[in-house]
């Protein structure tokens, strides 16, 4: 097996559609590249996509995973992105990714501009906490209680946390769907994973992206408040924000055609799609 076989089988890649412009998803936290089923299809008949497992996500290989290494800091699993791209041996690269991995993308490109053409950023949040003036949406308190309820009884946490996360009360199903997603994980990975995405802090990085950014923003969205996702449009350089009707964090799941709606026509404005799109 090639290295770069070894890349793409280590984060379960699967490729999509074709076209010589190339979009890649990115999952958040608790999911899976799955969580793109309903949003996916409708890109990949336009132009070719390709989505992955972070590490210790869905059929991502384990083996990888690095606690005390390369993946004890955020900055490991952007790595392992841009390792993917690589593989990919593309450039130019769209690259959508949902909470924390928005961020991921946001560090990659960073270390690697020339692998990327823009950034679809879903609900995203350079940090979670309230710190001085910056207004995240969680003070030290409250992350540490999720953070002790997390350590003594992942499934519970699970539950609790979801709701948050996915927002839409009057849709309780979507909250136990992605509560099922999590249990998925493998725990000790997915312990750690939250535990570096709510204690993240990533602002220091939105001046240096040169890329252009779309921030796609929700209504009610708990974990990317409407002053976080202020603060990013502020401080990228390049960056435009569409606000969507749809309510909660993970509008690829609760309102696919409105994402698929922003994500299209911001490929269109970059000339990102086949001749022949719809």
Not at 18 to 42: E, K
Not at 45 to 65: Q, Y
Not at 158 to 175: E, F, K, S, Y
Not at 268 to 278: E, T, V, Y
């Amino acid at each position: 097996m090639t290295a770069t076989q070894i890349v793409l089988q280590r984060h379960a890649v699967s490729i999509e559609g074709t076209g010589d412009a190339l979009v890649l998803f990115s999952h958040g936290y608790g999911c899976d590249q799955t969580v793109w089923q309903m949003v996916r299809p409708a890109i990949s008949a336009l132009t070719r996509t390709v989505a992955f497992d972070i590490t210790g996500a869905g059929l991502s290989d384990l083996s990888h995973f690095q606690p005390n290494g390369r993946h004890s800091r955020l900055e490991g699993y952007a790595c392992d992105l841009i390792e993917v791209c690589e593989a990919l041996d593309k450039r130019s690269i769209t690259f959508v990714g949902h909470s924390v991995s928005a961020m991921i993308g946001v560090i990659a490109v960073v270390k690697k501009p020339d692998l990327f053409d823009s950034l679809v950023l879903v609900a995203p949040s350079a940090c979670y906490l309230n710190l001085g003036d910056y207004q995240g949406g969680f003070d030290e308190q409250q992350l540490a209680g999720l953070m002790e309820l997390m350590g003594s009884n992942f499934s519970n946490w699970a539950d609790v946390v979801t709701p948050i996360i996915m927002g839409n009360p009057d849709r309780p199903d979507l909250a136990s769907e992605l509560s099922q997603s999590f249990c998925r994980w493998n725990e000790v990975a997915a312990k750690h994973f939250a535990y570096l995405t709510f204690m993240s802090d990533c602002r220091s990085y939105l001046p240096l992206v040169r890329p252009d950014c779309l921030i796609i923003e929700c209504s009610n969205d708990t974990i990317a408040p409407r002053s976080a996702v202020a603060h990013l449009q502020g401080t990228l350089p390049n960056s435009a924000v569409q606000k969507l009707q749809a309510e909660g964090h993970c509008p690829h799941v609760s309102a696919p055609e409105q994402t698929v709606h922003a994500i299209t026509r911001y490929l269109r404005s970059r000339g990102r799609l086949k001749l022949n799109a719809a």
